[in-house]
């Protein structure tokens, strides 16, 4: 009987068992320790550990996949260690890190300092690990809701806000339908195929061949499922509402780590038991992304509150992100992983500056662009790494940002679709205007003076993430042979 | 159309008009007399004291919470126990660690104060 769980297996899951043992180990830990700020440093710390703890059980993996092409399969071929999920694990876990070190002031002056905020977080990274990982569509699922699960309740963390409340709903209702829509898209593979192993689903659909009712209202319910977790037009509506009133910090996690998250699925989903329809989703993915850049781009125009802002353009991102998956080849799909690693710490590091510049004392969920006026005089460092943040999400040649869109640009003209890559580039000059809106209002405006609500763990986040963000653009070289390993299959 | 599917089609096609034809058929048949009485909702007999749709104490919703996941986990113990032999050890390590997780949320709602009726 030793055949259930190897050493294979549990070399495979270490990273995601210790997040989640963490997780719980932290919800049992907040009884042991007095009340009190030790009690914060702990709980940072255990959370920080835990993340520690997993980071090298991924690097062990990373070292026995050190041969290109390489991977580990577990759980009866259920469970898959590549270089794909290997990218993306350590997505997550700089995410989850760098969430956890902006979060601990933050949940401070709100009052709502509790362990399980941290245990959230952890599970819904080792969620993550899941979807990156997945080979099968049930463990898929599972990460997917281990995921989505924890994230309804950390939108909704600040529960005496009635705006977190109603974000948390309006989140929890989209999400859990996108959820189903996706369950049943997975059902009907299925019985199509009569496995829930992706592989085996590729060959039977390629087996298949040609496009009927059913294959169509599989592919059809499963790209409107993981369209909906990626936020894309017309499935973006959760997303502005979700972002503006969750606590920021948890703002910042969704809109990265999710996002990546979902976009692991939808790679692995579409790069794999999909594949065979590609002449079949192609249009329809062009057209959402499309329309996600459109819908995205034009209504940041107009927002006043920079979460909601925050949110169109990461819409507008996925859009980008989208097109990649368009023109599909080699240079795309390493495209999507370098723009989202770029785009991680830009997002990240634009949500942080907007939690450590807190002009008022309560409230703390109404972040009005004008919050941000005068910025450049009170705060020279923070201002200056908003500007590089802001900077490469716009995709301007110093950061990061710019490579990312490079990327997804070159794949577009190099499959021959020249027209997609002309709108692309044209919603990166409506994107200018809304970013430099902010900068603006940093620059060349007076602001009322107000407290800053830093702390070390935010100077690290920040510096990391500025750095990170600059040398991205700077010295590219060695992120983009990890990136480009990442898509060897 | 799959001839797979054959069946399920028309267990749909039936699903859908069994409750019809029973709405219908009933509503042809039965005598019509209509009392207030009839449209009150059921509380153990007892003429209603509120409304249904009133507001209750979210702490009804622990509990229920609470209790279904205690019961969802027996119904997990069950496969585990008609196999008891086949799994030997391996089974009671990973229920163990089934058991395991259940117990660090145990600890936790207790020490929350979930299980108390204030």
Same mark, same amino acid.
């Not at chain 1, 993981?226 to 017309?234: E, Q, Y």
């Not at chain 1, 991102?317 to 368009?326: E, F, P």
């Not at chain 1, 609500?453 to 963000?469: D, K």
């Given at each position: 009987?030793?055949? /259930?769980?190897?050493?294979?297996?549990?070399?495979?899951?270490?990273? !995601?068992?210790?997040?989640?043992?963490?997780?719980?180990?932290?919800?049992?830990?907040?009884?042991?320790?007095?009340?009190?700020?030790?009690?914060?440093?702990?709980?940072?710390?255990?959370?920080?550990? =835990?993340?520690?703890?997993?980071?090298?059980?991924?690097?062990?993996?990373?070292? !026995?996949?050190?041969?290109?092409?390489?991977?580990?399969?577990? $759980?009866?071929?259920? $469970?898959?260690?590549?270089? $794909?999920?290997?990218?993306?694990?350590?997505?997550?876990?700089?995410?989850?890190?760098?969430?956890?070190?902006?979060? +601990?002031?933050?949940?401070?002056?709100?009052?709502?300092?509790?362990?399980?905020? %941290?245990?959230?977080?952890?599970?819904?990274?080792?969620?993550?690990?899941?979807?990156?990982?997945?080979?099968?569509?049930?463990?898929? $699922?599972?990460?997917?809701?281990?995921?989505? &699960?924890?994230?309804?309740?950390? *939108?909704?963390?600040?529960?005496?806000?009635?705006?977190?409340?109603?974000?948390?709903?309006? /989140?929890?209702?989209?999400?859990?339908?996108?959820?189903?829509?996706?369950?049943?898209?997975?059902?009907?593979?299925?019985?199509?195929?009569?496995?829930?192993?992706?592989?085996?689903?590729?060959?039977?659909?390629?087996?298949?061949?040609?496009?009927?009712?059913?294959? !169509?209202?599989?592919?059809?319910?499963?790209?409107?499922? *993981?369209?909906?977790?990626?936020?894309?037009?017309?499935?973006?509506?959760?997303?502005?509402?979700? /972002?503006?009133?969750?606590?920021?910090?948890?703002?910042?996690?969704?809109?990265?780590?999710?996002?990546?998250?979902?976009?692991?699925?939808?790679?692995?989903?579409?790069?794999?038991?999909?594949?065979?329809?590609?002449?079949?989703?192609?249009?329809?993915?062009?057209? *959402? !992304?499309?329309?996600?850049? *459109?819908?995205?781009?034009?209504?940041?125009?107009?927002?006043?509150?920079?979460?909601?802002?925050?949110?169109?353009?990461?819409?507008?991102?996925?859009? +980008?992100?989208?097109?990649? &998956?368009?023109?599909?080849?080699?240079? =795309?799909?390493?495209?999507?992983?370098?723009?989202?690693?770029? /785009?991680?710490?830009?997002?990240?590091?634009?949500?942080?500056?907007?939690?450590?510049?807190?002009?008022?004392?309560?409230?703390?969920?109404?972040?009005?662009?004008?919050?941000?006026?005068?910025?450049?005089?009170?705060?020279?460092?923070?201002?200056?790494?908003?500007?590089?943040?802001?900077?490469?999400?716009?995709?301007?040649?110093?950061?990061?940002?710019?490579?990312?869109?490079? %990327?997804?640009?070159?794949?577009?003209?190099?499959?021959?679709?020249?027209?997609?890559?002309?709108?692309?580039?044209? +919603?990166?000059?409506?994107?200018? +205007?809304?970013?430099?809106?902010?900068?603006?209002?940093? %620059?060349?405006?007076?602001?009322?003076?107000?407290?800053?609500?830093?702390?070390?763990?935010?100077?690290?986040?920040?510096?990391?993430? =500025?750095?990170?963000?600059?040398?991205?653009?700077?010295?590219?070289?060695?992120?983009?042979?990890?990136?480009?390993?990442?898509?060897?299959? | 159309?799959?001839?797979?599917?054959?069946?399920?089609?028309?267990?749909?096609?039936?699903?859908?008009?069994?409750?019809?034809?029973?709405?219908?058929?009933?509503?042809?048949?039965?005598?019509?007399?209509?009392?207030?009485?009839?449209?009150?909702?059921?509380?153990?007999?007892?003429?209603?004291?509120?409304?249904?749709?009133?507001?209750?104490?979210?702490?009804?919703?622990?509990?229920?919470?609470?209790?279904?996941?205690?019961?969802?986990?027996?119904?997990?113990?069950?496969?585990?126990?008609?196999?008891?032999?086949?799994?030997?050890?391996?089974?009671?390590?990973?229920?163990?660690?089934?058991?395991?997780?259940?117990?660090?949320?145990?600890?936790?709602?207790?020490?929350?104060?979930?299980?108390?009726?204030?």
């Amino acid at each position: 009987m030793s055949g /259930y769980y190897t050493s294979a297996d549990h070399f495979a899951l270490l990273p !995601a068992l210790m997040l989640v043992l963490f997780g719980s180990a932290i919800l049992l830990l907040e009884f042991l320790m007095p009340k009190g700020p030790a009690r914060t440093r702990w709980l940072v710390g255990f959370t920080l550990l =835990g993340l520690a703890s997993a980071a090298i059980a991924l690097l062990r993996q990373h070292q !026995a996949l050190s041969a290109p092409g390489s991977r580990i399969v577990a $759980f009866s071929g259920s $469970f898959t260690i590549d270089s $794909f999920s290997l990218y993306f694990d350590w997505l997550f876990l700089a995410a989850a890190a760098i969430v956890t070190l902006i979060s +601990y002031r933050y949940l401070e002056i709100e009052g709502e300092h509790r362990a399980e905020y %941290y245990g959230l977080i952890l599970l819904a990274c080792s969620g993550m690990f899941f979807l990156a990982s997945g080979a099968d569509l049930i463990t898929m $699922f599972l990460g997917l809701e281990l995921m989505a &699960l924890s994230f309804y309740v950390l *939108v909704g963390f600040l529960k005496r806000e009635r705006r977190s409340n109603e974000a948390a709903i309006k /989140y929890f209702l989209l999400g859990s339908f996108s959820s189903s829509l996706l369950a049943y898209g997975f059902s009907l593979l299925y019985g199509l195929s009569g496995s829930t192993n992706l592989e085996e689903i590729r060959r039977a659909i390629f087996t298949r061949g040609s496009l009927d009712a059913i294959t !169509a209202l599989a592919m059809a319910t499963i790209l409107a499922g *993981v369209l909906f977790k990626v936020s894309a037009a017309p499935f973006h509506m959760w997303a502005p509402d979700a /972002y503006a009133g969750a606590p920021t910090a948890v703002t910042a996690y969704l809109s990265v780590a999710s996002q990546a998250a979902s976009f692991a699925l939808l790679l692995r989903l579409f790069n794999g038991p999909l594949s065979p329809l590609d002449q079949e989703w192609r249009p329809l993915v062009a057209g *959402v !992304a499309v329309a996600t850049l *459109v819908i995205g781009n034009f209504a940041a125009l107009t927002q006043e509150n920079v979460k909601r802002l925050i949110a169109y353009s990461s819409v507008s991102h996925a859009g +980008y992100l989208l097109l990649g &998956l368009v023109a599909g080849n080699t240079t =795309g799909l390493r495209g999507i992983a370098v723009y989202l690693a770029i /785009y991680m710490f830009a997002n990240l590091g634009v949500l942080m500056v907007l939690i450590a510049i807190r002009t008022r004392t309560s409230g703390m969920l109404e972040e009005d662009l004008s919050d941000l006026n005068g910025l450049g005089a009170r705060h020279p460092l923070y201002a200056a790494a908003m500007l590089v943040f802001l900077l490469s999400l716009a995709g301007i040649p110093p950061t990061g940002g710019f490579l990312g869109k490079y %990327y997804i640009f070159l794949s577009l003209l190099e499959t021959g679709h020249a027209v997609l890559a002309v709108i692309a580039a044209l +919603y990166v000059a409506v994107s200018l +205007y809304y970013y430099f809106r902010i900068v603006r209002g940093m %620059y060349m405006t007076q602001g009322e003076p107000g407290p800053l609500a830093s702390s070390i763990g935010m100077n690290v986040a920040v510096a990391i993430s =500025g750095v990170a963000t600059l040398l991205l653009g700077l010295f590219p070289e060695p992120f983009l042979r990890f990136a480009a390993g990442a898509l060897v299959r | 159309m799959p001839a797979g599917y054959l069946p399920f089609f028309l267990f749909l096609v039936l699903a859908i008009l069994f409750p019809l034809a029973t709405l219908i058929v009933a509503k042809l048949i039965r005598p019509s007399a209509p009392l207030p009485v009839k449209r009150e909702a059921y509380e153990c007999g007892i003429p209603a004291a509120s409304t249904s749709r009133g507001r209750y104490a979210v702490r009804f919703y622990i509990i229920a919470i609470l209790f279904v996941i205690f019961d969802v986990e027996t119904v997990f113990l069950f496969p585990w126990a008609v196999h008891y032999k086949a799994l030997g050890w391996f089974g009671v390590a990973e229920v163990a660690v089934f058991l395991a997780i259940l117990v660090v949320g145990y600890l936790w709602a207790y020490k929350k104060g979930a299980l108390e009726w204030v």
